[in-house]
Every structure is written in C-alpha cells, then in structure tokens.
C-alpha cells in the first residue's frame, strides 16, 4: 500500500501509529486482519443471538424449538 492509503486508513489512530509509515502499516495490516477475521464472528454471534431469543419466544408459548423447527420446515419457510 502507498502511504497515502495507509495514513487515511490510520485515522483515528493514537500514537506514532497514524503518522509514522512503519508503524502505521503494521497497525493498519493488523486492523484489516481484525476486521475480516470479526466480520465472520459477528455472523456467528449474532446466530447464537437469533437462536437464544427464538427459544426464549418458544418458552413464552409452551412450545419446544425442535417442534417449531420441524413446523417451519414442513411448510417450507425453513428458518436455518
């Protein structure tokens, strides 16, 4: 990356990291692996999320999630 790109990408950094180059490029290549590697996590928590509050919706009702499940998928509005 040329300089230019790696102190705009460093903005809001502290320290020598957003406007020393060596330091900005290290900070700015780790950030970008962060940022891949939390972009896949987010879709995974957010699952965990979704499945907690389906079975706590499904708790309210009586109802088991498996058998909401297994009804979902009968009549073809598959949820997973």
Same mark, same amino acid.
């Given at each position: 990356? =040329? @300089? /230019?790109?790696?102190?705009?990408?460093?903005?809001?950094? +502290?320290?020598? %990291?957003?406007? !020393?180059?060596?330091?900005? *490029?290290?900070?700015?290549?780790?950030?970008?692996?962060?940022?891949?590697?939390?972009?896949? =996590? @987010? /879709?995974?928590?957010?699952?965990?999320?979704?499945?907690? +509050?389906?079975? %706590?919706?499904? !708790?309210?009702?009586?109802? *088991?999630?498996?058998?909401?499940?297994?009804?979902?998928?009968?009549?073809?509005?598959?949820?997973?």
């Amino acid at each position: 990356m =040329n @300089k /230019k790109k790696v102190f705009n990408l460093a903005k809001g950094f +502290r320290g020598k %990291a957003k406007n !020393c180059i060596r330091i900005a *490029r290290e900070r700015v290549k780790k950030a970008l692996q962060y940022s891949y590697k939390d972009r896949r =996590n @987010k /879709k995974r928590d957010m699952r965990s999320v979704w499945i907690q +509050r389906i079975n %706590a919706g499904t !708790c309210l009702h009586s109802v *088991r999630i498996v058998r909401l499940l297994f009804f979902t998928y009968i009549s073809k509005d598959c949820l997973f």
